[in-house]
């Protein structure tokens, strides 16, 4: 390296370069979060400066960010926390006395009694319980052990953690990793980040986004010619394809993982947003056991839940949990000793995953304004999710398929020739450069399907259902005024 004198003092280039840092971490993207995004953020700064644009605001549909979107957070949360975090405040009568009640036994168990202070790696003990019997009243009384439940800083810390355990090896023996394609891309991110190997089965678009036994062999042989395929991630209701899986497909994905020996990781975030006619959430902790002690003493498995979707989406609080199944009691004691590293998730966030686990029952005085709240939130997702396909299937040259659940919507688009060669000479992938030019021209902004892959020669965007049901109507008109103009000037 070249070394200059400059008044005196030894000049030497940066200790850390793009081209001296961890690769791995260069090859890391987040769609969701990526250029588009950006470019949103400099649209709004230049709108507050006064520059003119066809539009007066930015509409931020690239992310399931409930209350960024308007959502209202729900009463007996906030009282509960607000409780927590200024105890004062459990001597005024303004607060329900069970808002009090879930507020003292939070803090008795705190350190001090207070949610500033640290709590066990695990997460508190009182709250891993409560998360233990919610469990086991959503899978119809199958036990759940409060020792098997890891509190987490959202659910992607703990998605993260357990790639971690099981990422290991060197060339054709690195672990391989099956991500469904679309994928939400903390998963790609991850791997990449831990230089394990991403094998991609596809889901069926043709059959509302299914998942296939069959598609998932294909995947599996191919992969075995260059790593050792490990681990087996579901997203069930889907990110970004909001299918809901039935109960027959849970059952032969927890068969085929047994059969080749495939730790199974069931992403279950959005186990409260099931709207369509017909589905059903069932998790596969349940489905498990209902195979029988051959399946559910064998199958290793680690399932997810976060406080940020949902009802609540309550995404800032980042609280969140695994529970993991018949995992060897050695790595068990690695992955606590892993966790213990990070001292443990956000109190507050810990706080109120207690509250989603454990809400107000009808005995309680906060129950009828809770459950009303509940239903609302979910109600208008349901109606936002019927409309937004709706509407969609009316515009030339767009698909989509029905919402069943989730929050968002990932149609299709066809796009003209020459919209793909203008894209290709601009080097952007084609559904970037629509997706570019909707936020340029509408304030717009959605994320690309190539950012959560797709079948070559097809191409997408990925919607949320979230903004507020007459907002989103402008959404839906704008993007299919768009759409027929984009069609019409490269055709």
């Known amino acids: ?121 695990q997460g508190i003990e009182c709250i891993r319980q409560d998360v233990a019997r919610y469990i086991e009243r959503r899978d119809g009384g199958i036990p759940s052990n409060p020792d098997n439940i890891y509190l987490s800083t959202g659910a992607s810390d703990a998605i993260v953690t357990i790639l971690k355990l099981l990422v290991c090896g060197e060339g054709r023996d690195r672990t391989g990793v099956m991500i469904s394609i679309p994928q939400y891309p903390l998963y790609s991110a991850a791997l990449a980040d831990l230089a394990a190997v991403q094998i991609n089965y596809y889901l069926d678009e043709d059959n509302c986004w299914s998942l296939n036994v069959a598609e998932l062999k294909r995947a599996l042989n191919e992969a075995k010619q260059h790593c050792k395929p490990r681990v087996l991630c579901i997203i069930n209701p889907g990110n970004p394809t909001g299918q809901v899986q039935s109960r027959q497909c849970i059952e032969d994905v927890i068969q085929f993982a047994k059969e080749e020996h495939l730790f199974l990781m069931a992403d279950e975030v959005y186990q409260d947003n099931v709207y369509a006619e017909g589905c059903k959430f069932h998790s596969f902790k349940k489905v498990l056991f209902e195979m029988g002690p051959e399946y559910s003493s064998t199958v290793e498995m680690a399932s997810f839940h976060s406080t940020s979707k949902c009802y609540m989406g309550e995404c800032g609080f980042r609280g ?10 050695e790595v068990k004691a690695q992955l606590t000793k892993l966790v213990s590293v990070r001292l443990c998730p956000p109190v507050p966030g810990q706080a109120l995953l207690d509250l989603v686990v454990n809400p107000p029952q009808p ?68 559904d970037m450069f629509y997706c570019m030019k909707l936020l340029e021209e509408e304030g717009i902004c959605l994320v690309p399907g190539s950012g959560f892959g797709q079948k070559d020669g097809t191409f997408h965007f990925r919607m949320t259902i979230l903004p507020p049901t007459e907002k989103l109507k402008v959404v839906l008109q704008k993007i299919r005024d768009f759409h027929l103009r984009f069609t019409n000037e490269f055709s």
């Open 1 to 121: 390296m070249s070394q200059q004198a400059v008044n005196g003092v030894s000049c030497r280039g940066k200790v850390l370069t793009v081209e001296n840092m961890n690769p791995n971490v260069k090859r890391v993207e987040y769609a969701v979060r990526g250029p588009i995004v950006q470019r949103a953020v400099q649209i709004e700064k230049e709108l507050r400066e006064g520059v003119k644009k066809p539009f007066t605001e930015v509409i931020k549909a690239n992310i399931g960010d409930a209350q960024a979107m308007g959502q209202r957070p729900i009463t007996f949360f906030r009282q509960v926390l607000v409780l927590c975090s200024y105890p004062e405040l459990l001597e005024d009568n303004k607060f329900p006395e069970d808002a009090k009640k879930r507020a003292r036994r939070i803090l008795d168990a705190c350190g001090g009694h207070s949610i500033g202070a640290y709590s066990a790696s």
């Open 320 to 329: 969140g949990y695994m529970e993991v199944i018949n995992m060897d009691p």
């Open 363 to 430: 005995d309680e005085p906060s129950y009828t304004l809770f459950t009303k709240e509940r239903t609302a939130v979910l109600a208008t997702l349901a109606e936002k999710a019927r409309l937004t396909e709706e509407i969609f299937n009316e515009v030339p040259g767009i698909t989509c398929n029905p919402v069943q659940g989730a929050m968002y919507t990932f149609p299709r688009i066809t796009l003209p020739q020459k919209a793909i060669d203008k894209a290709k000479a601009e080097g952007k992938v084609p």
